[in-house]
């Protein structure tokens, strides 16, 4: 477990030096970088009531991708939605209640923090009959081998920065998402850091540059073909 500090009222990772989020805010930054990357709601939208989808991050961090996910899931559909997450370093039950004290579902995150057992490395989560977690507490290689190939319907990246995790970005780790995607999986990423596009573009992602969120200029989405 790692411990949560605050600089000039931004939450940062001592073990990766680096930030969770931009100063714009996490949740602006999950619908900006991740849903819409991703086109979630339009395709929340086409399914029905009987149907499930599966999304896999690289990165729980704070919980707030998923969180603002399963908030605009569920004003979109009543299809299913299998949200799977890994990380390495996850935090106490205290920061993450403190980080989201502004979140508008609090029986929603206390839910998920009464059931995230983290002494376990694979736990799965039903949070409502429409809503799931499978939180992986692992290193990522080991955590995507433990998923079946040709699952997922979207990947959010969201590790630290290459700099500070390359093991996060790098070309076994872009591989095994490559596995684990779906014929026409998308993705989504805040980073565009030329290592990061050369190895998802090596594994098979045909990748673009496209409008960035806040700060950043640009953004990273893709496809597998």
């Not at 990357?37 to 690289?58: H, K, M, V, W």
């Not at 399963?70 to 390495?88: N, V």
């Not at 809503?131 to 190939?149: E, G, M």
């Amino acid at each position: 477990m790692t411990q949560l500090i605050w600089r000039d009222g931004l939450p940062y990772s001592e073990t990766y030096d680096d930030i969770y989020h931009a100063r714009a805010g996490a949740y602006a930054q999950a619908e900006a970088v991740f849903i819409s990357g991703n086109d979630i709601i339009a395709r929340a939208q086409a399914l029905g009531p009987g149907d499930e989808f599966q999304i896999l991050e690289t990165g729980f961090g704070l919980g707030s991708n998923f969180l603002q996910t399963c908030l605009a899931w569920s004003h979109s559909t009543q299809a299913r939605l299998c949200f799977t997450s890994i990380e390495k370093h996850p935090l106490a039950s205290s920061d993450y209640q403190q980080a989201h004290q502004l979140f508008p579902n609090q029986d929603f995150l206390n839910s998920l923090l009464e059931k995230l057992d983290l002494r376990l490395t694979d736990t799965l989560i039903h949070l409502n009959s429409q809503l799931s977690l499978r939180y992986l507490h692992a290193d990522v290689l080991w955590a995507l081998s433990k998923i079946s190939s040709g699952s997922i319907d979207v990947l959010y990246l969201d590790g630290f920065a290459p700099s500070k995790n390359p093991h996060m970005w790098s070309l076994p780790v872009c591989q095994e998402l490559f596995r684990v995607a779906k014929p026409q999986a998308s993705l989504a990423t805040w980073c565009v850091a030329s290592l990061v596009r050369q190895n998802l573009s090596e594994a098979g992602f045909v990748v673009q540059k496209v409008a960035g969120f806040a700060d950043k200029k640009e953004m990273l989405t893709g496809i597998k073909p």
